[in-house]
């Protein structure tokens, strides 16, 4: 009989559903381990209204597959423009959870972004007074700064100030991935919470050269030297609360990927729970795991846990090579590789 390993259900605390084909095609990936996801809005229209976040739930939801039972928590895109009044819909709406800063240029989707962060003081006065998650990319987009140094050189230069004006604001750094952001959340007041992908915690950044360019472990924020990885990792095993799991699984399709300017993504959803879960196993830390990956992030948001639960067994599989979709593929992470833990259905 395998090992088996049964966890209060896990939610996602960040991930990328996209639209369309792509969005039916992964959708269940997710909703098969997760109970919720925070659903981030880069969408080519992003989601900037809480009239869009609406309809993309709708379409969320039409896509989830009938046995299982799985709630988007949706967020805004901030950009310059973003209103108090439109903060104010979005925390009465019910549906929304956080809003996203992408400093313009960042990533994906992201020139409709944050260009000046002080254009944004008034959204951000009326999120600390309503208690609204500001969920940040943390990378500069100051081209003079080393693509490595990108993340840390953000939170002296950007998120330091934003803190210092809004002390009571709710903020999340997302997918963190140097030591020195790490030592932020810790330092940080209780309102500063951290969420960390799975493709951080098993690679570094020899992953994208081993043996010739690997554009399918290309992201951002990039993945960083092994010193980092060990840091965050550390983070993550800890049982520190305010360290959770958001997989930031982010698909792209294989001629996006494999390009001369390729996108940046990891498509993790198809075995998120189970890569964490070998992360903590390695790091002697498997009676940590549903605290990070179940109750650290409902806690940090203030939204109860869930009730059921889900079950893996130590039981080797091999991920597909590919996934089809429409004309053309999604290349999982590990494709064609072995993953440790399985998903008892
Ligand atoms: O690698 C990434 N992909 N990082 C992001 O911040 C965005 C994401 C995407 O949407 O493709
Ligand atoms: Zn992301």
Same mark, same amino acid.
């Given at each position: 009989?395998?090992?088996?390993? $049964?966890?209060?259900?896990?939610?996602?605390?960040?991930?990328?559903?996209?639209?369309?084909?792509?969005?039916?095609?992964?959708? /269940?990936? %997710?909703?098969?381990?997760?109970?919720?996801?925070?659903?981030?809005?880069?969408?080519?229209?992003?989601? $900037?209204?809480?009239?869009?976040?609406? /309809?993309?739930?709708?379409?969320?939801?039409?896509?989830?597959? *009938?046995?299982?039972?799985?709630?988007?928590?949706?967020?805004?895109?901030?950009?310059?423009?973003?209103?108090?009044?439109?903060?104010?819909?979005?925390?009465?709406?019910?549906?929304? +959870?956080?809003?996203?800063?992408?400093?313009?240029?960042?990533?994906?989707?992201? +020139?409709?972004?944050?260009?000046?962060?002080?254009?944004?003081?008034?959204?951000?006065?009326?999120?600390? %007074?309503?208690?609204?998650?500001?969920?940040?990319?943390?990378?500069?987009?100051?081209?003079?700064?080393?693509?490595?140094?990108?993340?840390?050189?953000?939170?002296?230069?950007?998120?330091?100030?934003?803190?210092?004006?809004?002390?009571?604001?709710?903020?999340?750094?997302?997918?963190? $991935?140097? *030591?020195?952001?790490?030592?932020?959340?810790?330092?940080?007041?209780?309102?500063?919470?951290?969420?960390? &992908?799975?493709? /951080?915690?098993?690679?570094?950044?020899?992953?994208?050269?081993?043996?010739?360019?690997?554009? !399918? /472990?290309?992201?951002?924020?990039?993945?960083?030297?092994?010193?980092?990885?060990?840091?965050?990792?550390?983070?993550?095993? %800890?049982? !520190?609360?305010?360290?959770?799991?958001?997989?930031?699984?982010?698909?792209?399709?294989?001629?996006?990927?494999?390009?001369?300017?390729?996108?940046?993504?990891?498509? &993790?959803?198809?075995?998120?729970?189970?890569?964490?879960?070998?992360?903590?196993?390695?790091?002697?830390?498997?009676?940590?795991?549903?605290?990070?990956?179940?109750?650290?992030?409902?806690?940090?948001?203030?939204?109860?846990?869930?009730? $059921? +639960?889900?079950?893996?067994?130590?039981?080797?599989?091999?991920?597909?090579?590919?996934?089809?979709?429409?004309?053309?593929?999604?290349?999982?992470?590990?494709?064609?590789?072995?993953?440790q833990w399985r998903l008892v259905d």
């Open positions: 009989m395998p090992i088996t390993l $049964t966890l209060t259900r896990p939610d996602d605390w960040h991930l990328h559903l996209r639209d369309g084909e792509l969005l039916r095609r992964v959708v /269940h990936d %997710s909703a098969r381990r997760f109970a919720r996801a925070i659903i981030m809005p880069n969408l080519p229209v992003p989601v $900037t209204t809480t009239e869009l976040a609406r /309809h993309y739930r709708e379409r969320i939801l039409a896509a989830v597959p *009938a046995e299982c039972d799985f709630q988007p928590l949706m967020t805004l895109y901030l950009t310059d423009e973003t209103s108090p009044a439109e903060i104010a819909a979005a925390q009465a709406s019910g549906i929304i +959870q956080g809003v996203k800063w992408y400093p313009a240029g960042a990533t994906t989707n992201s +020139q409709f972004g944050v260009s000046d962060v002080t254009r944004c003081h008034p959204a951000l006065a009326a999120m600390e %007074s309503l208690g609204m998650p500001l969920l940040i990319h943390a990378e500069t987009t100051d081209s003079r700064v080393d693509v490595f140094d990108c993340e840390a050189v953000f939170l002296d230069r950007q998120l330091v100030p934003v803190l210092r004006r809004f002390p009571g604001l709710r903020v999340v750094i997302e997918h963190v $991935t140097t *030591a020195q952001a790490v030592q932020f959340v810790r330092d940080a007041s209780p309102h500063v919470g951290a969420t960390i &992908t799975v493709h /951080h915690l098993l690679l570094n950044r020899n992953a994208l050269f081993e043996g010739g360019l690997r554009p !399918h /472990h290309y992201c951002r924020p990039v993945l960083k030297r092994e010193q980092h990885r060990q840091a965050v990792l550390e983070a993550a095993i %800890s049982g !520190h609360p305010r360290f959770f799991a958001g997989t930031d699984s982010a698909p792209h399709l294989r001629r996006d990927k494999e390009s001369a300017c390729g996108c940046a993504g990891i498509y &993790t959803a198809h075995a998120a729970l189970e890569l964490y879960a070998e992360v903590f196993e390695q790091g002697s830390a498997l009676e940590r795991l549903e605290g990070f990956v179940s109750f650290h992030g409902p806690d940090f948001y203030g939204l109860p846990r869930n009730s $059921t +639960q889900i079950t893996l067994e130590k039981e080797p599989w091999i991920v597909p090579n590919s996934i089809l979709v429409g004309d053309d593929h999604l290349i999982p992470f590990r494709a064609g590789e072995t993953v």
